[in-house]
Every structure is written in structure tokens, then in C-alpha cells.
């Protein structure tokens, strides 16, 4: 009886996915776009049919969840939403096999840059639309929404944030954690709708720059141009984009300490002081490494900056071809592959608070060296970390290059060569999209077996999550009661 009413809440948000393909079918009718009227209409309906009943019988008979349920209902979700996400891309008439439509639909939801198309120009506009915005709804988490607009349901949404936030430690801004996710989704809108104005006035028409604020802020990276917005050969669009993918890239609890003034809880954020020294590096460097290219110091900083924004944030996108630059220029955006952004933001990857712990931890010992009986701790915002944080960081960043080793071996050993492999699996665990080689900024994930592009997928998943949320699955412990 108890895993039928758990069952019900990944069908109830599954629900929401009515309401978020409204605006496509919309667009599909003005457009007089037939096939997406039908890919939009036919989910929808199932969906609602499915959920209505769910929603009611929820509001009859809550209920509450504990840690160890939300971290199997988050990953049924995110499975469902992407399965269910991939019906417009298969139905919309483009002759599209149903593995490339779920690996569509998972790089949306997941934040991932990667994609099967060649040309994106020839798409329907309403499915570029939904391809945008379901990258949009990935970003801030689905399951963060749904604890926004559903608090009467009964159900315990701190376990579920748990589950689906990216980052070691999880807090709540407000004592209530309806308030705090609500808090949170005010401020993703805020930035989505000044980098909508900002695209407006570089030139963008108002479809393009929704679609390209939608995946910018959600640091995910797609685009209505085949080109990215290197299609408007616009350094003000450049700039604006750069700045803000910057801005996803942090820790969103500090926008609300921000709001509240308290300035000095963000001048001692440790990761937010890493986050942004490691992007100012990574641009000075690049951009040394471009001015004989450019042959101006704007132009190697504007293109320095952007790639090193976008992929120290894994938005993924690109305004050149990186892979003609010098060495040096390669190898800072390579490493910035293992970086990520802040904990608590919409970026994927390690996350650059690890990387601080690692950093921190690695000083410690080189001490413990010299004095034996010393006594050293990690200390995080001018305080004292705990003890078990370096120890979950360890574990966490062994769980992810082991990923990634493991994926490397079974990429490859579909033919495609090794650079490449280990390339497409940092990319895609890190839901960064683009890389190098075989997945290029000139090149995209079509090639791949469609095996490999299943793994990719429940990756993408993984590491949207957090890697845990997924793995602890997989453990005999997990099913025991």
C-alpha cells in the first residue's frame, strides 16, 4: 500500500508537464505547425489523464516522505519527464528514431548542450521552443518547483530538495522550504527576464531571445541558430551572455543575502571567491594565448572570456571554433571541463566548492607532514568545516572520475577513439555538451551508437542529480528495510 501512494508523486509532477507544453501548443497553432500540434496535444493529454486523479487523491490523502523515498522519487522523475519530454521531438514529423527524441529530451531537462541535429534552423519553431524551456525547467529542478506550487499536498519537500540539488551541503535560506524554493525560482525568473530585455537590445527578435535566455540562465546552451548566438556577430550580445552565465554559475542563496544586505556573508563565500578567481584566470590566459590571433585585446578578452564562462558553468556553448586556437587556450578550457560552478546553481559538474575542499585538505596534510601531532581543519566562509564534508567530497569527486573512466572504456569500445570518448563522457557526466574532438563545437552526438546515446542519457540524468541520488539505487543496502 505504501509504494502505491509513493508512486503517486513522480505521476503528480509528471503532471506539470501539461502546463509546460502549453506555450508550444500555442505556438504550434499560430504557426499552423500540424505535427506539433499533435506532439504537443497527445502528451498533454495522457499526462493530464494520468496525474488529474493523483492530484486528487493527494489532497484527500497526504502524505510524507522520507530521505531515503526522495531519492527514488527524484530519479523516477527526471526518467519520466525525459521519456515523456521526448513525445514532441518524435512526433514532430522530422523523422527523428525514438533514442535521439529521449536523448533530446534529456540534454533539455538535464541542462546538457549536446545534441543528435545537424541543422537546428530547419526545426519547427514551436519544438525550438520546447527544446529551450525544457532546459529552462531542468535548471532550477523540476522537483524545486513542484515544492514551490504544491505546499498543500502534504508531502516533505526538504527531502526532495535534498535529493535533486546540486552540491555538498544543502540548506534552506527561510525557515519554510516552500518560501525558500519559491525565493529561488523569483530570482532564476529575475535573471531570465533582464537577460531577455538585454538580447532584445542587441538585436535579437523576441523568439530568439526567450529561447536563448531560457538555456543561458539554465547554463545549458542550445540554440535557435546552427551558429549559437556567434550568429549575430554581436559584442554586446557576447558580453551580455558571458556575464550572466556567470551569474547562474553562483550559488543562488546568495542573491537572496544580497536582497537582505547582508554583504558580508557573500565576501566570505569561499566558493564564490574560487568561482570567480578561476574564471578571471582562465580568461587571462586564453585571452594572452588569442592576442596574435585576433590581433586586438577586446577581441581575445570578448571570446576569452565568453568560452571560459561557459565552460567553467557547463552552458556549453560557443561563439568559435576553440579547437583551432593555440594549445594553451585548449588546455585551460580542457581543464576547466573538471571545474563546474558553485554548489546551489544551475551549472553542472564537480563544483568548484570540491575542488576548494580537495585544495584545502591537500594543505592540511603537507602540514600534518611537518607536525605530526598538529591539529588542522578545513575552514569554509572564514569558519570551521566539518570533518565529514572532506570525507563526502572524496567520496563524491572518486564516485564522478570513476564515472567517467568506466564510460570512457565503453564509448570507445564502440569504435570511437579514445580522446574523443573520454571527452563525450567528462561532457556529458558534467552536462556540459560540447567538448573535444568527436564532440567539438563544429560537431554534435549523432554518430553515436544508439546504446551509447542510452548511457549518455541516464549519465546526463545522473549527474544532473548529483551522482548519489542515482548510484545509491544500485546498492543492495538501499532496498533493505
Known amino acids: 500500500m505504501k509504494q502505491l501512494k509513493f508512486l503517486r508523486m513522480p505521476v503528480l509532477v509528471l503532471g506539470f508537464m501539461a502546463p509546460m507544453m502549453l506555450p508550444g501548443l500555442i505556438m504550434a497553432l499560430i504557426w499552423e505547425e500540424r505535427a506539433m500540434i499533435r506532439g504537443f496535444a497527445v502528451p498533454m493529454g495522457v499526462t493530464l489523464a494520468v496525474s488529474l486523479p493523483v492530484i486528487v487523491s493527494l489532497r484527500k490523502d497526504p502524505f510524507r516522505i522520507t530521505s531515503k523515498d526522495g531519492l527514488l522519487l527524484v530519479f523516477l522523475t527526471w526518467s519520466f519527464m525525459s521519456l515523456f519530454g521526448a513525445a514532441p521531438y518524435y512526433l514532430a514529423g522530422i523523422g527523428i528514431t525514438f533514442t535521439d527524441a529521449v536523448f533530446e529530451s534529456a540534454c533539455g531537462f538535464a541542462t546538457t548542450g549536446a545534441t543528435t541535429f545537424s541543422d537546428v534552423e530547419i526545426l519547427p519553431r514551436s519544438l525550438l521552443f520546447w ?10 529542478g523540476i522537483i524545486l518547483l513542484t515544492v514551490a506550487l504544491m505546499p498543500l499536498l502534504g508531502v516533505g519537500g526538504f527531502q526532495l530538495i535534498k535529493a535533486e540539488t546540486p552540491g555538498p551541503e544543502k540548506e534552506k535560506i527561510t525557515p519554510k522550504i516552500t518560501a525558500t524554493a519559491k525565493i529561488l525560482w523569483l530570482v532564476y525568473c529575475g535573471l531570465t527576464a533582464a537577460l ?14 526567450l529561447c536563448h535566455a531560457f538555456a543561458t540562465v539554465a547554463t545549458g546552451g542550445v540554440s535557435t ?4 548566438i556567434a550568429y549575430y556577430d554581436s559584442g554586446f550580445i557576447d558580453g551580455a551572455g558571458t556575464v550572466f552565465m556567470l551569474l547562474s554559475g553562483f550559488n543562488f542563496s546568495l542573491y537572496y543575502r544580497l536582497f537582505q544586505g547582508k554583504f558580508a556573508d557573500i565576501l566570505n563565500n569561499t566558493e564564490g571567491r574560487a568561482y570567480t578567481f578561476l574564471f578571471l584566470a582562465a580568461s587571462a590566459l586564453i585571452a594572452g594565448s588569442l592576442l596574435p590571433v585576433y590581433g586586438s585585446l577586446p577581441s581575445a578578452i570578448r571570446y576569452a572570456a565568453y568560452h571560459a564562462a561557459s565552460i567553467l558553468t557547463t552552458t556549453g556553448a560557443a561563439i568559435a571554433d576553440y579547437e583551432v586556437w593555440p594549445p594553451l587556450a585548449q588546455a585551460v578550457l580542457f581543464l576547466l571541463m573538471f571545474a563546474g560552478g558553485c554548489s546551489g546553481s544551475t551549472s553542472g559538474g564537480i563544483k568548484v566548492i570540491r575542488h576548494v575542499v580537495l585544495f584545502k585538505q591537500m594543505g592540511n596534510e603537507l602540514r600534518r607532514l611537518i607536525h605530526p601531532q598538529g591539529v588542522f581543519s578545513v575552514r569554509l566562509n572564514r569558519k570551521v568545516g566539518r570533518k565529514d564534508v572532506v570525507y563526502g567530497v572524496a567520496g563524491f569527486t572518486f564516485l564522478y572520475l570513476m564515472v567517467v573512466a568506466l564510460m570512457t572504456l565503453m564509448v570507445a569500445a564502440s569504435g570511437t577513439d579514445l580522446f574523443s570518448a573520454f571527452s563525450a563522457s567528462l561532457s556529458v557526466i558534467g552536462n556540459l555538451g560540447s567538448g573535444f574532438g568527436a564532440v567539438g563545437p563544429t560537431h554534435n552526438y549523432g554518430a553515436f551508437p544508439d546504446h551509447i546515446k542510452w548511457l549518455f542519457s541516464f549519465v546526463m540524468i545522473a549527474g544532473r542529480l548529483e551522482l548519489w541520488t542515482v548510484f545509491i539505487l544500485f546498492t543492495p543496502n538501499y532496498w533493505q528495510e
Open 131 to 140: 527544446r529551450s524551456m525544457t532546459h529552462w525547467f531542468g535548471g532550477m
Open 196 to 209: 531577455f530585455l538585454l538580447f532584445l537590445l542587441g538585436g535579437m527578435n523576441w523568439f530568439d531571445a
Open 225 to 228: 541558430k546552427n551558429a549559437g
